[in-house]
């Protein structure tokens, strides 16, 4: 089974930095997506940075372009999410997401939110203030 855990977050000034990690593991898809989502307060969950495990296309919000970076290392397998310059409307419950497979592109599928991905974490609260 494919288990995300997830760790960091936290809150912090406008303007500050955070880090957030998510672990992976038993993910063995050729052809999937990887990747960082949100979700505020009564607002859709949305895609912030999703990434294709066979191409490595990474496809950002326009929100987020310039301040947030992903990386991943491969032992273990960890997926990080590099959140800079932060701003108050960026609060949200992050969430890491993994799918074994997509039709289009990572970033379509995105779109469907909480739908995009068979795989989650169980999120970790960003606040900014």
């Known amino acids: 089974d494919v288990q995300l855990v997830e760790s960091g977050g936290g809150s912090v000034e406008a303007g500050g930095s955070l880090r957030l990690s998510c672990e992976v593991s038993?993910?063995?898809?050729?052809?999937?997506?990887l990747g960082w989502f949100r979700q505020a307060p009564g607002k859709d969950r949305e895609g912030v940075i999703v990434v294709a495990t066979d191409t490595g296309i990474t496809n950002y919000a326009d929100s987020v372009k310039g301040r947030f970076t992903i990386n991943r290392d491969s032992t273990p397998n960890t997926m990080y999410l590099q959140l800079a310059s932060l701003k108050p409307e960026d609060t949200a419950m992050y969430y890491c997401?993994?799918?074994?497979?997509?039709?289009?592109?990572?970033?379509?599928?995105?779109?469907?939110?909480?739908?995009?991905?068979?795989?989650w974490g169980q999120g970790t609260q960003v606040t900014v203030s």
């Open positions: 997401a993994a799918a074994p497979w997509y039709v289009g592109s990572c970033w379509e599928q995105s779109e469907y939110g909480s739908e995009a991905s068979n795989f």
């Open positions: 038993g993910y063995t898809y050729p052809r999937g997506c």
